[in-house]
Nanobody
């Protein structure tokens, strides 16, 4: 069982930046494919970004490409989501996800989830 704890959410003006962090424990971090998802009020949870175990490959939703960057520090058991040029439509609860199966980078069916952190972008 993987435990995930997100941090770094908050209120920011449109055009601003935030960096989310997610600390993982309970399983060797280097074996985990990591991802970020988000859920806005009244909407379904959607994929944002994912990163392979060694950080060599990253994947993004079209809506965040060029603005968000996912990265990981395997020495710190942490994955990050750097969010730049934020828009009001980025407002959502952001969730960190983890899974030991590499295929989830494609299927996005992650097995472990954090509790979420709120990101609010004001116009």
């Amino acid at each position: 069982q993987v435990s995930l704890v997100e941090s770094g959410g908050g209120l920011v003006q449109a055009g601003g930046s935030l960096r989310l962090s997610c600390a993982a424990s309970g399983r060797p971090f280097r074996s985990l494919t990591m991802g970020w998802f988000r859920q806005a009020p009244g909407k379904e949870r959607e994929f944002v970004a994912a990163i392979t175990v060694n950080g060599g490959n990253t994947f993004y939703a079209d809506s965040v490409k060029g603005r968000f960057t996912i990265s990981r520090d395997n020495a710190k058991n942490t994955v990050y989501l750097q969010m730049n040029s934020l828009k009001p439509e980025d407002t959502a609860v952001y969730y960190c996800a983890a899974d030991p199966k590499p295929v989830v980078i494609i299927t996005r069916t992650f097995g472990s989830w954090g509790q979420g952190t709120q990101v609010t972008v004001s116009s």
